[in-house]
C-alpha cells in the first residue's frame, strides 16, 4: 500500500511576509514572483502590511511592496496607509527641501522624472552658481549636506531592488579596484568607447544595469563623480 504523501498547508500571508523579511538578500530576489502572486493577501492585510518595516532606514523590502500595491490599488498607500503625499519613507533634508515628489517618481518606476528630479536637486544644494550655471562642479559637492544626499540616495534604493543609487555605484567602483573606465562600461554609461546618448539610448526601466541611474547627466566627468560617490555622508557610513 503506497503511503500517502502529505502535503503541508499554505503558509499564511503574515508568515510568507514574515519570511521574506527575514531572509537573506539572494533569497528575497528570489521570492518576487511570488510574493506578487498574493499581492491580494497583501491588500487584505489592510493598514498592518508595513508595520513590520521602518521607514526610516534603508531596507528596499518594504519599497518593492509599495510599488506592487500601488500598481494594483493606486488608492491603497494614501487611504489605507494615511500616506497623503504617497511618501511611506522618511526623507529627511537639512535644508527643508521636500522630496516627496522623488518617492512619487519612484513608486511609480518613473525612473526618467526621477532621475531629472535628482538632478535638480543637487544643483539646489550645491547652490545658486550651480542653479544659474546648469551643473554641478566638482569643488561644490562637498558643500552638499550629507543629509540630504543620503536621502536622495535612500530613495533610489529603496524603490530599485537595491540596485540603484549612489552608494550602489560606489560600491561597483570599489569592487572594480577604483577603475573608472570599468565602472562606465559595467553601469552601461559607455559601450564600445563611445557614451550612452542621453537621454532615449539610457535603459530607464529596473532591467538597466545595477547602477545606472541616478545619471545625473553632468557626472560624466571623473572629477566629479569621484566627489560625489567620497563625500563625507556616505564615507561615515561605510
Known amino acids: 500500500m503506497t503511503e ?13 511576509l514574515g519570511a521574506f523579511r527575514m531572509a537573506s538578500e539572494r ?7 511570488r510574493l506578487e502572486e498574493r499581492v491580494e493577501e497583501l491588500l487584505g492585510l489592510g493598514s498592518t502590511l508595513m508595520s513590520g518595516f521602518d521607514p526610516g532606514i534603508c531596507d528596499w523590502t518594504p519599497g518593492f511592496i509599495l510599488q506592487l500595491i500601488h500598481k494594483t490599488d493606486k488608492d ?6 494615511n500616506c497623503d503625499n504617497l511618501s511611506w519613507f522618511d526623507s529627511p533634508s537639512d535644508v527643508g527641501f521636500d522630496y516627496s515628489p522623488l518617492q512619487r517618481f519612484l513608486l511609480n518606476e518613473s525612473y526618467e522624472d526621477a532621475d531629472r528630479f535628482t ?14 550655471r546648469g551643473y554641478v562642479y566638482f569643488s561644490e559637492v562637498e558643500s552638499i549636506p550629507s543629509i540630504d544626499l543620503s536621502t536622495l540616495d535612500k530613495l533610489w ?4 531592488r537595491g540596485k540603484f543609487g549612489f552608494t550602489v555605484q560606489a560600491k561597483i567602483l570599489d569592487s ?19 557614451w ?10 529596473i532591467e538597466a544595469p545595477n547602477g545606472h541611474m541616478p ?12 566627489a560625489l560617490l567620497n563625500h563625507q555622508g556616505f564615507k561615515a557610513k561605510s
Open 76 to 81: 491603497f498607500i494614501r487611504n489605507t496607509l
Open 215 to 226: 545619471l545625473v547627466n553632468q557626472l560624466r566627468g571623473v572629477r566629479l563623480m569621484d
Open 157 to 160: 534604493v529603496v524603490y530599485s
Open 27 to 33: 533569497k528575497r530576489l528570489g521570492l518576487l514572483n
Open 119 to 132: 538632478s535638480l536637486k543637487l544643483r539646489e544644494l550645491a547652490g545658486e552658481k550651480a542653479v544659474k
Open 4 to 16: 500517502e504523501k502529505s502535503h503541508p498547508s499554505k503558509e499564511s500571508i503574515e508568515e510568507f
Open 196 to 205: 550612452t546618448r542621453y537621454p532615449k539610448a539610457f535603459n530607464w526601466s
Open 176 to 194: 572594480l579596484g577604483g577603475r573608472y573606465d570599468k565602472l562606465w562600461l559595467r553601469i552601461g554609461w559607455k559601450k564600445d568607447g563611445i
